[in-house]
């Protein structure tokens, strides 16, 4: 019984196989999160101009999730945000997104930098393979306002009010502030 139970968890958290994935999936993925991330960046950007971090706020709560359906649903991928600290409960990562972040945090520990990380594989789940994605997002100046050490009080109020659990506070500029994670399942062969 202990050894099925290890051998179940082992599967969950590193899959009993992975394969490197075609060149053609890994680009799709570098287009889509480009896509992705460059609409938030304009989104965030404009909110920040004409209304402030509070108004900001509210354009992170309600467009970045209709953003990454929007991606999502065009491409025919998952694609989505996750964090080992996410602001959103809903973006808490799964057991392969966390042992791909960690690795992440270490290698950042190491010396290397959150921009440079990523990565692709094709993994099976649950007898399906599975091609995934994931790329580290630095933490940069801007997004200090919300996600740094010294986030001011009335706007530290109003996320509390909006993400109770929120665990995304107390970043600094080059930390792994999370990730960009895009799954596609793959034709059974
Ligand atoms: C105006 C405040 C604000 C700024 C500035 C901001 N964020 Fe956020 N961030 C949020 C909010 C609110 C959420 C939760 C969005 C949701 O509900 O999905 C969030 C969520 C995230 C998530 C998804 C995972 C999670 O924690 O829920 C990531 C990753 C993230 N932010 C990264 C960044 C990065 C990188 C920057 C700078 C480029 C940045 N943020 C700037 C408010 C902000």
């Known amino acids: 019984m202990r050894i099925w139970i290890a051998a179940a968890t082992l599967a969950v958290v590193a899959p009993a196989w992975a394969e490197a994935p075609s060149p053609e999936l890994k680009a799709k993925a ?3 999160v480009q896509a992705y991330g460059g609409k938030l960046k304009a989104a965030l950007g404009s909110a920040i101009e004409t209304g402030g971090a509070e108004g900001a ?28 600290k996410p602001r959103n409960a809903a973006s808490a990562p799964d057991a392969y997104e966390r042992k791909i972040m960690e690795s992440f945090v270490a290698r950042i520990a190491k010396g290397e930098k959150a921009a440079d990380l990523a990565s692709a594989e094709v ?32 706007l530290q109020q109003k996320i509390k009010a909006l993400y109770p659990q929120d665990q995304a506070l107390g970043f600094r500029e080059g930390d792994m502030r999370g990730a960009f994670t895009l799954k596609k399942t793959l034709a059974a062969q």
């Open 123 to 154: 993994v099976d789940e649950n007898g399906q393979k599975v091609f995934r994605f994931v790329k580290a997002i630095p933490t940069g100046e801007v997004c200090l306002t919300c996600h740094g050490e010294n986030v001011a009080p009335e």
């Open 30 to 32: 570098v287009e889509l």
């Open 57 to 84: 706020l509210e354009v992170c709560n309600k467009q970045a999730p209709v953003i990454a359906a929007e991606i999502s649903g065009d491409s025919g991928w998952s694609v989505a945000r996750t964090s080992l």
